[in-house]
């Protein structure tokens, strides 16, 4: 296939990227670097690179032409960065989106698949998160998240393009970002326990959170790409259906730690309910955290 992914330099895109190379398919990726908690970007020299803003729709609509499929990942992805800037977190996921859509839909791509975020669910509806539970947005990030599955959707409807939306839980896994207090917890958590220092637990450490390895992300979207019907904006969690807390988190990765202030626009608990991903897709999770973190 010729596949194009957007944020395919950083952490979930970068592992995906890698994986559509080495199964021979050809591959465009955009990316604009901007994400400031990465501590080096990842680009596959056997891929076609561009470091190329999104929201910038004249410069990147040329790489869509004969397109199969597009890889939607790029985004301004962090709470308390967006918190600090709505401005730009508007830009880049909404504009951004609506510029990939239109691209997309101009070139008669074939399939749209959009990563969205399990903060779709808020702190309203109750455990496990189930896909048509309704959205309850906390923060700028996920309002403009589940702006950006409105944009898919309506470009699905309208537009007839094929387009499937993925709501991931809490991924980790190699490559993930640790730079900045805003980054990731379990990668942010081994550096600061392999540099001596405590890790900083949010609040009371007692919000859960279901987290997911980066290659049973990867794994769902190549599957997802790979199926023989029309996904027809379905909407499909990507978790592993078990939680942790972060004073859980602490006691697997072992070491001292503090506790620092609760910060706004967060949910207390994510848990997926897996049971589309596991139909649609026949996938279910292979990596635990537990298992990998002693292995790192």
């Known amino acids: 296939m010729n596949c194009l992914v957007t944020g395919g330099a950083g952490f979930i895109g970068s592992n995906l990227v890698d994986c559509l190379v080495n199964k021979g398919n050809k591959v465009i990726v955009i990316d604009n670097e901007s994400a400031l908690e990465n501590e080096k970007f990842y680009w596959n020299d056997k891929a076609q690179n561009y470091k190329y803003d999104i929201c910038d729709y004249n ?21 308390q960065v967006a918190i600090q800037n709505p401005t730009r977190t508007i830009n880049v996921n909404c504009l951004g989106t609506g510029n990939v859509m ?93 540099q001596g220092l405590d890790m900083t637990v949010v609040g009371d450490g007692k919000a859960r959170r279901d987290y997911t390895h980066v290659s049973d992300v990867v794994r769902a979207n190549v599957l997802a790409a790979n ?58 999770p292979k990596v635990k955290l537990e298992d990998w973190i002693k292995s790192h």
């Open 102 to 194: 239109l691209a997309s839909k101009v070139s008669h791509v074939k399939k749209v698949i959009y990563s969205s975020t399990s903060a779709y669910y808020g702190i309203k509806n109750n455990v496990p998160n189930k896909e048509d539970m309704p959205r309850d947005c906390l923060n700028p990030y996920s309002v403009t998240k589940v702006a950006g599955e409105d944009i898919v959707l309506m470009y699905n409807k309208l537009y007839d393009i094929d387009t499937l939306i993925f709501r991931y839980f809490n991924v980790y896994g190699e490559r993930q970002p640790t730079k900045g207090q805003y980054a990731p917890v379990v990668g942010l958590f081994q550096k600061m326990k392999a």
């Open 227 to 284: 199926l023989d019907f029309t996904c027809n904006g379905e909407i499909i969690n990507i978790g592993t259906g078990v939680n942790c807390s972060i004073l859980e988190l602490v006691d697997i990765i072992g070491g001292s730690y503090k506790h620092i202030p609760a910060r706004k626009g967060e949910a207390k608990e994510t848990l997926a309910d897996i049971t589309k991903a596991k139909k649609i897709l026949n996938w279910k």
């Open 59 to 79: 410069l990147i609509k040329p790489l869509f032409s004969n397109v199969d499929i597009v890889f939607h990942l790029a985004a301004e992805s962090r709470i």
